[in-house]
């Protein structure tokens, strides 16, 4: 499956921006889904995860309440809808896909990955 993210771009703090994943090659509905991010001179963290169904997610607690995760699996893409944004939530966003067992937090368990989109929040 290859996965496709966008929607990133600059924002001030306190607004919104949503992202998108679009997948192909196969479809997305018996793969779980999740978002990471990776700051400048950071390690790759996890932002949040949705099962196959939709049925259950889950969040890192720095974005757990501003954050929303939601997958349309007719349209097989996910998404991120990011609200009060601040600077620390500056990074790359990539997508991800996984199969078997959900382990939402795990990279490890996700054997897709989408390219990658850029989010700037300036103060």
């Known amino acids: 499956v290859q996965l496709q993210a966008s929607g990133g771009g600059l924002v001030q703090a306190g607004g919104s921006l949503s992202l998108s994943c679009a997948a192909s090659g196969r479809t997305l509905s018996t793969y779980f889904m999740g978002w990471f991010r990776r700051a400048p001179g950071k390690e790759r963290e996890f932002v949040a995860g949705?099962?196959?169904?939709?049925?259950?997610?889950d969040y890192a607690d720095s974005v757990k309440g501003r954050f929303t995760i939601s997958r349309d699996n007719a349209k097989n893409t996910v998404y991120l809808q990011m609200n009060s944004l601040k600077p620390e939530d500056t990074a790359v966003y990539y997508c991800?896909?996984?199969?078997?067992?959900?382990?939402?937090?795990?990279?490890?368990?996700?054997?897709?990955w989408g390219q990658g989109t850029q989010v700037t929040v300036s103060s």
């Open positions: 949705i099962n196959w169904s939709g049925g259950s997610t």
């Open positions: 991800a896909a996984g199969r078997g067992t959900w382990y939402p937090r795990e990279s490890a368990r996700y054997g897709y």
